[in-house]
């Protein structure tokens, strides 16, 4: 999910480029009050849950800090690196070895592909 989440955020910024700094921090009613403070709000997120699922201090950083969109950006690259430590760390080593496993004692192993899987 993580990767989808990359994905999309990176095709917001983009989208982001197209418009102007004025409308990216224009005040507007809902969310977060902003454009730039909602994507902000949602990496913020991303990283508060992923640093205390690793036990390690959550990333201060004042909203009204982030003032463009290359700040953003950096703060993005910042949390995708903290996520992606995660990642490495649990994956191969906890669903990759059950499979591992799995297939030692003959047992088909349970499908984690994400695509193709159904969901329910």
């Known amino acids: 999910m993580f990767l989808y989440n990359w994905q999309i955020r990176e095709e917001w910024f983009k989208w982001c480029e197209t418009i102007s700094n004025e409308e990216l921090t224009k005040k507007r009613i ?26 390690e201090p959550v990333v201060t950083k004042d909203i009204n ?5 290359n700040d953003i950006k950096r703060f993005s690259n910042l949390t995708m ?9 649990l994956t191969p080593e906890h669903i990759g070895q059950l499979s591992v496993w ?19």
């Open 102 to 120: 799995s297939r030692e004692i003959g047992l088909k192993p349970i499908s984690s592909d994400l695509i193709v899987r159904e969901y329910s």
């Open 81 to 89: 690196r903290i996520t992606q430590s995660l990642i490495e760390s």
């Open 65 to 69: 800090s982030i003032a463009t969109l």
């Open 30 to 55: 809902g969310g977060m009050g902003s454009i730039i403070h909602n994507l902000f709000h949602v990496i913020d997120c991303e990283q508060i849950w992923v640093n205390q699922m690793k036990g």
